[in-house]
């Protein structure tokens, strides 16, 4: 079974800086991409940022210059930092990867159950 854990979220005040985990765990040969996508309240959920196994990153226009995202393939984890928070910043946060289990199959996809970011004063 392979699972993704998010951690990190937050209350945080307008202009401050939070980070994200995701970890991920189980039966895992190597993980692809990975990324963090959000859903704010009412609204469908969208991309932040992804991140391939070789370190390309790909941004939202929304967040390009306030977050990053990272990765430690030793720990399968990837990560999201996240500076001068805005109020459209709050959602959900969740975690997604395309893991290969073996070898030999092709990557699945995966989601965490997700983690809140709440920017407010």
């Known amino acids: 079974q392979v699972q993704l854990v998010e951690s990190g979220g937050d209350l945080v005040q307008p202009g401050g800086s939070l980070r994200l985990s995701c970890a991920a765990s189980g039966n895992i040969f190597s993980i692809n991409d990975m990324g963090w996508y959000r859903q704010a309240p009412g609204k469908e959920r969208e991309l932040v940022a992804t991140i391939t196994s070789g370190g390309r990153r790909n941004y939202a226009d929304s967040v390009k210059g306030r977050f990053t995202i990272s990765r430690d393939n030793a720990k399968n984890t990837v990560y999201l930092q996240m500076n001068s928070l805005k109020y459209e910043d709050t959602a959900v946060y969740y975690c997604?990867?395309?893991?290969?289990?073996?070898?030999?199959?092709?990557?699945?996809?995966?989601w965490g159950k997700g983690t809140l970011v709440t920017v407010s004063s």
């Open positions: 997604n990867a395309d893991i290969l289990k073996y070898s030999f199959s092709l990557g699945m996809n995966y």
